[in-house]
């Protein structure tokens, strides 16, 4: 049977130099959108102003994803892991709140990707130590990088868009969003009891708990903790998102400079990913000059009230899993009225809580897909496919609703 995850086959004891699949896509896309600027299809100025959008993003994701590697090689997620273990006291159900919990706020306070690259081989490590089924644990982290991104602008990427064309800084964010975070995050709990966790839960219940995690180096967890906290405080305190992700990333390494020189290297700094965001944008800028903007345009409508949120949040769900979350927001965006901040945060929801069915809807699922594959995790492609599916239909739905119901609706 097909699966997501499959474990990869063996391969010579030797160092491996070919580029990665997902190396060639992300060059491919870069290499792409720079020939569209070459060759007039995407007007020079119009790339300057998509580049100039982008750089804050680039910094935050450059440096985010430095803060949470080098935070992990410090040991705060295994520590994390093992207290939630240990919290549990042997009972699967309540392994089952306190990972929700856990994937939920990595996901809120260090955004989607964050939780898709550290959170996942976390939460399999946690399943072998405890010898339960791993697959319940892995969806949980999949499943909720999506759909719990929707609380503050650090959470996804497509919400940093999104609040600097709404003019919302994270406590006004949050105040508008909660509500239908809430209902996003209940919906697929519910489902990851039924589908994942129940019927994993007879060979599993009751279980051992591990020993207490003890960090390699005080110090350098000390600081990494310190670091991450200090990050989201920044971020809640307005401050930009960037520059808050730069100063704690700084702080880390400059403790792992002195405690642990080895441990910094050029690989920690996510080229991959800067090259296929920046290739992203320029690409879907290019072909939404080139009718995708007017199939948008037609699909989505201009209706300010709960029409137009539902289409808008179909029509985002939809596109993120045929395409990609990011080119289905920016078309989406880019025929949305200025004005209409219902319509464009209903549009949100499509593309952060929608991108569940297909596993290169959001760079989260990727991401997921990858570290699952390289840790023996199958999951059945089918199954995958269906249930997530469901999950995107049915949370998209209610979380648009709750956003026209919810308060400042």
Do not use: K
Not at 158 to 168: K, P, Q
Not at 175 to 184: D, E, G, S
Not at 208 to 213: E, F, G, L, T, W
């Amino acid at each position: 049977m097909e699966t997501v995850g499959d474990p990869p086959s063996a391969a010579p004891d030797r160092p491996r130099r070919r580029l990665h699949t997902l190396d060639w896509i992300a060059i491919g896309l870069a290499v792409v959108g720079v020939g569209c600027v070459l060759t007039g299809l995407l007007p020079r100025t119009d790339a300057e102003a998509t580049v100039r959008r982008i750089v804050p993003i680039l910094i935050f994701l450059g440096t985010v994803v430095v803060l949470a590697e080098l935070t992990a090689v410090a040991g705060v997620f295994d520590a994390l892991a093992a207290r939630v273990a240990i919290t549990a006291r042997g009972s699967f159900r309540a392994l089952f709140w306190l990972c929700v919990a856990v994937a939920s706020l990595t996901t809120i306070a260090l955004n989607l990707d964050t939780t898709a690259v550290l959170l996942t081989p976390v939460m399999i490590a946690l399943a072998r130590t405890l010898n339960v089924p791993p697959t319940p644990l892995a969806m949980t982290t999949v499943w909720l990088a999506n759909t719990a991104s929707l609380l503050l602008p650090v959470s996804n990427l497509t919400n940093i868009l999104a609040s600097d064309r709404i003019g919302l800084d994270p406590l006004p964010w949050a105040a508008r969003m909660w509500w239908p975070q809430l209902v996003a995050i209940a919906i697929t709990m519910l489902l990851l009891w039924w589908w994942y966790w129940r019927p994993a839960r007879a060979g599993a219940d009751p279980f051992v708990p591990p020993p207490p995690y003890v960090p390699p180096d005080r110090t350098l967890y000390r600081t990494a903790l310190a670091a991450c906290l200090l990050f989201v405080a920044a971020v809640l305190a307005g401050i930009e998102i960037g520059i808050a992700s730069g100063v704690a990333a700084a702080i880390l390494v400059a403790g792992f400079a002195v405690r642990a020189r080895h441990r910094l290297r050029p690989a920690l700094v996510p080229w991959r990913l800067l090259v296929f965001v920046t290739g992203l944008f320029l690409v879907v800028q290019t072909i939404g000059r080139h009718g995708l903007d007017t199939v948008m345009g037609a699909l989505i409508g201009t209706d300010p009230g709960a029409e137009g949120a539902l289409r808008a949040g179909a029509v985002g769900a939809l596109f993120s899993n045929v395409v990609n979350n990011l080119p289905a927001y920016l078309a989406g965006e880019a025929v949305i009225a200025v004005d209409s901040h219902t319509q464009l945060l209903a549009l949100l929801v499509g593309t952060n809580v929608g991108p569940l069915a297909t596993p290169w809807a959001s760079l989260a699922t990727l991401i997921w897909y990858e570290r699952c594959r390289a840790a023996g995790v199958a999951v059945p492609l089918g199954r995958f496919v269906a249930t997530s599916a469901a999950l995107a239909a049915l949370a998209t739905a209610a979380t648009v609703a709750a956003l026209l119901v919810g308060p400042g609706a």
